[in-house]
């Protein structure tokens, strides 16, 4: 008998200078990935985020999940492009860099699907009553 996964969920709230949220993330079975799309790798940000919440650290330029997969994606845009597709995509998205909605998605870009200049000291583990 296979055990179910237990997930956790995070409150992620806008860095120094940042914008947006607070984001709360709770990955679920079939959607529990941390899509970390930062130019290779699994980000620290990423990693903490899976970590705290049980989800699955996923590189996004290694491989291509859908995006009714993902629970949050993880990005290190201060452009455009990344910046507002993710949130195009209803995906809650958590910019390491300080952005404020810019460029062509912008209207994409809402505080209850965005939150940007985040570290880890901006990812608070919540209780399940929280």
């Not at 452009?79 to 998605?105: E, H």
């Amino acid at each position: 008998m296979s055990e179910e996964k237990k997930y956790r969920k995070v409150k992620i709230v806008k860095g120094p200078r940042g914008w947006g949220g607070p984001l709360i993330i709770e990955p679920k079975p079939g959607r529990d990935l941390i899509y970390s799309v930062t130019g290779g790798g699994i980000h620290p940000i990423a990693q903490k985020i899976a970590d705290l919440t049980g989800g699955t650290a996923f590189d996004g330029f290694r491989s291509k999940a859908d995006f009714d997969k993902i629970a949050c994606a993880v990005i290190d845009c201060g452009g455009t492009a990344r910046v507002g597709v993710y949130p195009m995509k209803k995906v809650p998205t958590v910019d390491i860099y300080p952005t404020r909605p810019a460029g062509p998605l912008f209207r994409f870009i809402t505080e209850d699907l965005f939150v940007s200049g985040v570290g880890e000291d901006q990812i608070i583990p919540l209780e399940d009553d929280e």
